[in-house]
Protein backbone atom coordinates (compact mmCIF):
# COMPACT_ATOMS: atom_id res chain seq x y z
CA UNK A 1 0.00 0.00 0.00
CA UNK A 2 1.16 3.34 -1.10
CA UNK A 3 1.83 5.87 1.67
CA UNK A 4 -0.80 9.04 1.22
CA UNK A 5 1.85 11.39 0.11
CA UNK A 6 2.53 9.31 -2.30
CA UNK A 7 -0.88 8.82 -3.94
CA UNK A 8 -1.59 11.99 -4.79
CA UNK A 9 1.30 13.12 -7.02
CA UNK A 10 0.16 13.65 -10.05
CA UNK A 11 -0.35 10.80 -12.59
CA UNK A 12 -0.12 7.82 -9.65
CA UNK A 13 -3.90 7.68 -9.11
CA UNK A 14 -3.77 7.02 -13.19
CA UNK A 15 -1.05 4.21 -12.88
CA UNK A 16 -2.41 3.01 -10.14
CA UNK A 17 -6.15 1.98 -12.36
CA UNK A 18 -4.22 1.14 -15.16
CA UNK A 19 -1.92 -1.64 -13.17
CA UNK A 20 -5.26 -3.41 -11.46
CA UNK A 21 -6.91 -3.32 -14.94
CA UNK A 22 -3.60 -4.87 -16.09
CA UNK A 23 -4.10 -7.35 -12.86
CA UNK A 24 -7.25 -8.19 -13.85
CA UNK A 25 -7.12 -8.65 -17.23
CA UNK A 26 -4.16 -10.81 -16.71
CA UNK A 27 -6.12 -12.97 -14.50
CA UNK A 28 -8.79 -13.18 -17.30
CA UNK A 29 -5.94 -14.40 -19.87
CA UNK A 30 -4.23 -16.61 -17.09
CA UNK A 31 -7.71 -18.78 -16.45
CA UNK A 32 -9.53 -18.66 -19.70
CA UNK A 33 -12.39 -16.86 -18.38
CA UNK A 34 -13.88 -12.58 -18.78
CA UNK A 35 -14.37 -11.30 -15.51
CA UNK A 36 -13.10 -7.68 -15.90
CA UNK A 37 -15.65 -4.65 -16.71
CA UNK A 38 -18.42 -3.39 -15.03
CA UNK A 39 -21.87 -3.21 -15.59
CA UNK A 40 -24.53 -0.01 -15.10
CA UNK A 41 -28.06 -0.99 -13.03
CA UNK A 42 -30.03 0.17 -16.33
CA UNK A 43 -28.48 -2.74 -18.47
CA UNK A 44 -28.74 -5.89 -16.22
CA UNK A 45 -31.79 -7.54 -17.36
CA UNK A 46 -32.98 -8.54 -13.87
CA UNK A 47 -35.15 -11.41 -13.36
CA UNK A 48 -37.51 -9.65 -11.05
CA UNK A 49 -38.37 -5.68 -10.59
CA UNK A 50 -35.89 -4.79 -7.64
CA UNK A 51 -33.11 -3.02 -9.33
CA UNK A 52 -34.21 0.26 -7.02
CA UNK A 53 -32.37 -2.08 -4.48
CA UNK A 54 -29.44 -3.25 -5.99
CA UNK A 55 -26.17 -1.38 -7.02
CA UNK A 56 -24.09 -1.68 -10.06
CA UNK A 57 -22.16 -4.27 -11.10
CA UNK A 58 -18.29 -3.77 -10.00
CA UNK A 59 -15.88 -7.35 -9.78
CA UNK A 60 -13.50 -7.27 -6.04
CA UNK A 61 -10.07 -7.41 -7.22
CA UNK A 62 -8.43 -11.37 -7.47
CA UNK A 63 -6.13 -11.07 -5.43
CA UNK A 64 -8.09 -8.77 -2.56
CA UNK A 65 -10.74 -12.01 -2.77
CA UNK A 66 -7.53 -14.32 -2.55
CA UNK A 67 -6.38 -12.64 0.98
CA UNK A 68 -10.27 -13.14 2.55
CA UNK A 69 -10.35 -16.51 1.33
CA UNK A 70 -7.44 -17.74 2.68
CA UNK A 71 -7.82 -15.53 5.89
CA UNK A 72 -11.23 -17.45 6.84
CA UNK A 73 -11.50 -19.10 10.59
CA UNK A 74 -10.48 -22.66 10.31
CA UNK A 75 -13.14 -25.01 9.08
CA UNK A 76 -13.42 -28.79 7.15
CA UNK A 77 -14.38 -27.21 3.67
CA UNK A 78 -15.78 -30.44 2.68
CA UNK A 79 -18.90 -30.03 4.89
CA UNK A 80 -19.96 -26.46 3.34
CA UNK A 81 -21.49 -24.50 0.95
CA UNK A 82 -19.73 -21.64 -0.43
CA UNK A 83 -22.31 -19.17 -1.41
CA UNK A 84 -21.93 -15.65 -3.12
CA UNK A 85 -24.73 -13.40 -2.88
CA UNK A 86 -24.77 -10.95 -6.05
CA UNK A 87 -21.77 -13.26 -7.64
CA UNK A 88 -21.74 -10.96 -10.96
CA UNK A 89 -19.72 -12.77 -13.43
CA UNK A 90 -18.04 -15.45 -11.27
CA UNK A 91 -15.26 -14.23 -10.07
CA UNK A 92 -15.48 -15.17 -6.53
CA UNK A 93 -17.46 -18.63 -7.58
CA UNK A 94 -13.56 -19.31 -9.11
CA UNK A 95 -11.85 -17.85 -6.64
CA UNK A 96 -13.70 -20.31 -3.93
CA UNK A 97 -13.22 -23.52 -6.16
CA UNK A 98 -9.53 -23.50 -4.96
CA UNK A 99 -10.60 -24.42 -1.93
CA UNK A 100 -12.69 -27.79 -1.29
CA UNK A 101 -16.19 -26.78 -1.02
CA UNK A 102 -18.83 -29.33 -1.22
CA UNK A 103 -20.52 -27.04 -3.51
CA UNK A 104 -20.30 -23.41 -4.49
CA UNK A 105 -23.12 -21.24 -5.36
CA UNK A 106 -23.46 -17.58 -7.11
CA UNK A 107 -27.02 -15.56 -6.46
CA UNK A 108 -27.42 -13.21 -9.43
CA UNK A 109 -30.33 -11.64 -10.56
CA UNK A 110 -28.82 -9.92 -13.93
CA UNK A 111 -29.68 -12.27 -16.86
CA UNK A 112 -26.35 -10.76 -18.42
CA UNK A 113 -24.01 -11.37 -15.65
CA UNK A 114 -25.21 -14.72 -15.30
CA UNK A 115 -25.01 -15.62 -18.54
CA UNK A 116 -21.01 -14.67 -18.01
CA UNK A 117 -20.79 -16.23 -15.43
CA UNK A 118 -21.82 -19.79 -16.72
CA UNK A 119 -19.40 -18.95 -19.56
CA UNK A 120 -16.99 -18.33 -16.72
CA UNK A 121 -17.40 -21.46 -15.34
CA UNK A 122 -17.39 -23.46 -17.85
CA UNK A 123 -13.98 -22.20 -19.68
CA UNK A 124 -12.14 -22.05 -16.58
CA UNK A 125 -9.30 -23.73 -16.41
CA UNK A 126 -7.01 -23.84 -12.74
CA UNK A 127 -5.12 -26.58 -12.38
CA UNK A 128 -5.08 -25.50 -8.12
CA UNK A 129 -9.16 -26.03 -8.82
CA UNK A 130 -10.37 -28.36 -6.01
CA UNK A 131 -14.16 -27.85 -6.11
CA UNK A 132 -16.05 -28.46 -9.18
CA UNK A 133 -19.50 -28.64 -8.18
CA UNK A 134 -20.07 -25.19 -9.13
CA UNK A 135 -23.25 -23.09 -10.03
CA UNK A 136 -24.62 -19.54 -10.75
CA UNK A 137 -28.14 -19.36 -10.11
CA UNK A 138 -30.28 -16.91 -11.79
CA UNK A 139 -32.51 -15.43 -9.30
CA UNK A 140 -33.93 -12.21 -6.84
CA UNK A 141 -32.30 -13.00 -3.86
CA UNK A 142 -34.87 -12.68 -1.70
CA UNK A 143 -36.46 -15.54 -3.38
CA UNK A 144 -33.31 -17.67 -2.99
CA UNK A 145 -33.18 -20.68 -0.68
CA UNK A 146 -30.44 -21.57 1.29
CA UNK A 147 -29.14 -25.10 1.51
CA UNK A 148 -29.72 -27.26 4.58
CA UNK A 149 -25.45 -27.26 4.97
CA UNK A 150 -23.03 -25.24 6.83
CA UNK A 151 -22.51 -22.50 4.91
CA UNK A 152 -20.08 -19.87 4.19
CA UNK A 153 -21.94 -17.06 2.54
CA UNK A 154 -20.30 -14.44 1.03
CA UNK A 155 -21.75 -10.54 0.21
CA UNK A 156 -19.47 -7.86 -1.74
CA UNK A 157 -21.86 -5.00 -0.59
CA UNK A 158 -24.71 -6.43 -3.67
CA UNK A 159 -27.84 -4.77 -2.19
CA UNK A 160 -29.28 -1.77 -1.03
CA UNK A 161 -30.87 -2.07 2.95
CA UNK A 162 -33.88 -3.26 1.83
CA UNK A 163 -32.98 -6.29 0.17
CA UNK A 164 -30.30 -7.10 2.43
CA UNK A 165 -32.82 -7.12 5.13
CA UNK A 166 -34.81 -9.39 3.42
CA UNK A 167 -32.06 -11.74 2.38
CA UNK A 168 -30.72 -11.98 6.25
CA UNK A 169 -34.13 -12.67 7.29
CA UNK A 170 -34.45 -15.76 5.10
CA UNK A 171 -31.31 -16.59 6.59
CA UNK A 172 -32.21 -16.61 9.73
CA UNK A 173 -35.73 -18.34 9.41
CA UNK A 174 -33.20 -21.14 7.65
CA UNK A 175 -31.00 -21.17 10.58
CA UNK A 176 -34.24 -21.48 13.16
CA UNK A 177 -35.31 -24.10 11.18
CA UNK A 178 -31.99 -26.45 10.58
CA UNK A 179 -29.35 -25.22 13.38
CA UNK A 180 -26.08 -25.22 11.70
CA UNK A 181 -22.29 -23.24 11.29
CA UNK A 182 -22.72 -20.47 9.21
CA UNK A 183 -20.38 -17.90 7.89
CA UNK A 184 -21.60 -14.55 6.65
CA UNK A 185 -18.22 -12.22 5.42
CA UNK A 186 -19.87 -8.88 4.82
CA UNK A 187 -17.34 -6.70 2.72
CA UNK A 188 -17.78 -3.07 2.80
CA UNK A 189 -20.34 -3.18 5.44
CA UNK A 190 -22.34 -0.48 4.94
CA UNK A 191 -25.33 -1.77 6.50
CA UNK A 192 -24.20 -3.96 9.47
CA UNK A 193 -26.48 -2.84 11.64
CA UNK A 194 -29.08 -5.16 10.04
CA UNK A 195 -27.37 -7.89 11.48
CA UNK A 196 -28.05 -6.67 14.93
CA UNK A 197 -31.45 -7.63 14.16
CA UNK A 198 -30.84 -11.25 13.12
CA UNK A 199 -31.84 -13.87 15.95
CA UNK A 200 -29.72 -16.50 14.55
CA UNK A 201 -26.36 -14.95 13.52
CA UNK A 202 -23.87 -12.72 15.55
CA UNK A 203 -20.67 -10.39 15.50
CA UNK A 204 -17.55 -13.35 15.06
CA UNK A 205 -14.08 -11.22 16.45
CA UNK A 206 -12.30 -12.42 13.10
CA UNK A 207 -10.35 -9.72 11.42
CA UNK A 208 -10.34 -9.48 7.71
CA UNK A 209 -9.60 -7.10 4.86
CA UNK A 210 -11.31 -4.59 3.22
CA UNK A 211 -13.23 -3.50 5.97
CA UNK A 212 -15.07 -6.90 5.83
CA UNK A 213 -16.75 -8.23 8.85
CA UNK A 214 -17.96 -11.39 10.17
CA UNK A 215 -20.73 -12.79 11.99
CA UNK A 216 -21.51 -16.60 12.68
CA UNK A 217 -24.47 -18.56 13.34
CA UNK A 218 -25.14 -18.69 17.24
CA UNK A 219 -26.90 -22.49 16.74
CA UNK A 220 -24.39 -25.21 15.30
CA UNK A 221 -26.37 -28.07 15.24
CA UNK A 222 -25.85 -31.43 16.41
Request: charged content about 20%; overall charge positive.
Amino acid sequence: MLPETIRRLPGVHSALLTATWAQRCYFDWRYNVRTTGDLALANMDAVSPVTSLSGHYHPIHPRAARRILGNLPPIDHSKYTFIDLGSGKGLMLLMAAEYPYAAIQGVEFSRKLHQVAERNIATYRNPRQRCFNLQSINVDASDYEFPRTPLVVYLFSPFRHELLERVLQNLDRSLGDVPRDVLVVYVYALDAYLFDRMKHLRPYPFQLVLDAKVYRSTLKGT
